[in-house]
């Protein structure tokens, strides 16, 4: 147990929808980053934050959004659903969002859009 | 190009042998960092080596060890005394400092490994 927690665990909806999945870091970890795991693109980076500010985009989409709460908490909401959303949605945590961290990941969000 | 490469799709390796999953990498970040991660088939991803471009020493973590080569961007992880449980995707990432402050992981495509009993 990696001590990142992620829910739901599976989500099933329909195109068009909107979602929003949602983490919880470590425990004193400031870092929340969020990847995005499908058959064609692999494992993809989507948004780092720290400390409640954005600090990174990757390839989020613009239907895609989220953020970090003061409780540390990160949601991560994606719009307009279409079926190329399906996919797993790991969030991970670090220390300090520093090089030197190691990111451990959650169990992760499976995204079935219909 | 991609920064990752892991050109085995597939391993097999017998219980209790040792095995060797390849990892290249590209980048002209002086400072990076290089991460295994194993994926189970239930899908979570669990840390499971860490080594910094400029340790002197291969990282080692009880039965993975990290084959670091940085003359020929490597990092190959090994791993000793295959249990049944060690079968997994297993994926090689990096991170580089050139990036501002954008500590993202980069990861490969992975392996996949499957112990024989």
């Known amino acids: 147990d990696s001590g990142v927690t992620q829910t739901p665990k599976h989500l099933i909806t329909a195109t068009g929808q909107r979602v929003t999945l949602r983490c919880s870091p470590r425990s004193g970890d400031l870092s929340v980053y969020w990847y995005q795991q499908s058959l064609d693109q692999g494992l993809q980076f989507l948004i780092q934050y720290y400390n409640g500010e954005e600090r990174a985009k990757g390839n989020i989409l613009e239907r895609f959004s989220a953020q970090q709460f003061p409780d540390l908490h990160s949601e991560l909401n994606l719009s307009s659903l279409e079926l190329g959303d399906s996919a797993l949605y790991f969030c991970?945590?670090?220390?300090?969002?520093?090089?030197?961290?190691?990111?451990?990941f959650g169990p992760g969000t499976r995204l079935t859009v219909l | 190009a991609q920064k990752i490469t892991q050109t085995q799709p597939g391993m097999f390796v017998q219980e209790k042998e040792a095995v060797t999953l390849d990892c290249t990498y590209d980048?002209?970040?002086?400072?990076?960092?290089l991460f295994w991660y194993k994926q189970p088939s239930s899908g979570e991803m669990i840390f499971l080596i860490y080594q910094g471009s400029y340790d002197q020493q291969n990282a080692t973590e009880g039965r993975y060890s990290l084959n670091f080569q940085k003359a020929r961007k490597s990092a190959n992880l090994v791993i000793s005394a295959s249990q049944l449980g060690d079968s997994a995707m297993y994926f090689c990432?990096?991170?580089?400092?050139?990036?501002?402050?954008?500590?993202?992981?980069?990861f490969g495509k992975g392996t996949l490994l499957t112990v024989n009993p």
């Open positions: 980048t002209s970040d002086p400072s990076y960092g």
């Open positions: 990432a990096m991170r580089e400092s050139s990036g501002g402050s954008n500590y993202k992981l980069t």
């Open positions: 991970a945590s670090s220390l300090a969002g520093s090089s030197t961290d190691t990111q451990y």
